[in-house]
């Protein structure tokens, strides 16, 4: 018998409004990844600490925790963390929260989170080569999934099946031939936690990676015309495919050899 992960979502942050004496009140949001299932608390400032937050998950939970909490601000991450810790309970950085983002911006609470300016992705971790491609998407659950691929990133929510896409949908991507960095990029993409890629108007034009909680990486730079049309071209098919789009590792172009494949979705 499989039993289903038990997963929540929660933030802790500053709410807009104060208390009577003009402290500033964070709030403890959680919810369940339906939204079905939401618990809030308001704490002053002067009593904010990871035991509050503890208590209030404990409260939360009346006797059933559950096996993950997701948390998508770097601000709240370290307290609920530690959190997590005093109650044996996982805790996953990840911008997806679609079901608290969506909660907390009907109750106009800030959902946007401050990202670091882009920095170039470290020398050492260049590919040789470069380029973009699409594929169908219903060809990509069983085209990767049953190819030895040492990095495998395709999260069930991201799936073109459980987007609602037709099989036929072009998926935009960007393919990276890494030579004998192959396996180095990929396992770093991998420790980065990649979300997606974008393309930036420059000059210079360039592809952006946002990664983790907020950091972005410039993967390549282009000046070149028939480059700037194929990158504009990869943003028209997102919007197509409800952003959904995939990145790509291998060693060569000989389809032999697969070192690291992500399916990427921008998440706000």
């Known amino acids: 018998m499989c039993v289903k992960m038990v997963i929540w979502q929660a933030d802790f942050y500053k709410r807009?409004?104060?208390?009577?004496?003009?402290?500033?009140?964070?709030?403890?949001?959680?919810?369940?990844?339906?939204?079905?299932?939401?618990?809030e608390a308001i704490c002053p400032q002067s009593e904010v600490n990871s035991n509050w937050i503890?208590?209030?998950?404990?409260?939360?939970?009346?006797?059933?925790?559950?096996?993950?909490?997701?948390?998508?601000?770097?601000?709240?991450l370290s307290l609920i963390e530690q959190a997590g810790r005093n109650?044996?309970?996982?805790?996953?950085a990840t911008r997806r929260t679609s079901a608290l983002k969506q909660w907390l911006q009907q109750k106009q609470y800030p959902i946007?989170?401050?990202?670091?300016?882009?920095?170039?992705?470290?020398?050492?971790?260049w590919g040789q080569e470069w380029r973009f491609a699409t594929l169908a998407a219903g060809d990509i659950a069983d085209v990767f999934s049953e190819r030895p691929i040492p990095i495998l990133e395709m999260p069930e929510i991201l799936l073109p099946i459980n987007l609602g896409l037709a099989s036929t949908t072009a998926v935009p991507g960007v393919i990276i031939y890494g030579g004998r960095q192959s396996m180095r990029l990929a396992r770093w993409l991998q420790e980065a936690v990649s979300v997606a890629l974008n393309y930036v108007p420059g000059p210079?034009?360039?592809?952006?990676?946002?990664?983790?909680?907020?950091?972005?990486?410039?993967?390549v730079t282009f000046?070149?015309?028939?480059?700037?049309?194929?990158?504009?071209?990869?943003?028209?098919r997102k919007q197509q495919s409800q952003g959904l789009h995939f990145l790509l590792v291998q060693p060569?172009?000989?389809?032999?050899?697969?070192?690291?494949?992500?399916?990427?979705?921008?998440?706000?």
């Open 16 to 39: 807009p409004q104060k208390d009577e004496t003009g402290q500033t009140l964070w709030g403890l949001s959680i919810c369940d990844t339906t939204g079905n299932f939401q618990f």
């Open 112 to 125: 946007a989170v401050d990202k670091a300016p882009p920095m170039p992705l470290p020398e050492k971790l």
């Open 87 to 92: 109650l044996g309970i996982k805790v996953e």
């Open 204 to 219: 210079p034009d360039g592809l952006v990676l946002e990664a983790g909680l907020a950091d972005r990486w410039v993967v």
């Open 54 to 76: 503890a208590n209030k998950i404990q409260q939360a939970a009346g006797g059933k925790f559950p096996d993950k909490i997701q948390v998508f601000r770097s601000q709240s």
């Open 223 to 236: 000046e070149d015309k028939e480059v700037t049309d194929a990158a504009r071209l990869f943003e028209q």
């Open 252 to 268: 060569d172009d000989s389809g032999m050899t697969y070192s690291g494949f992500w399916l990427l979705k921008s998440e706000d």
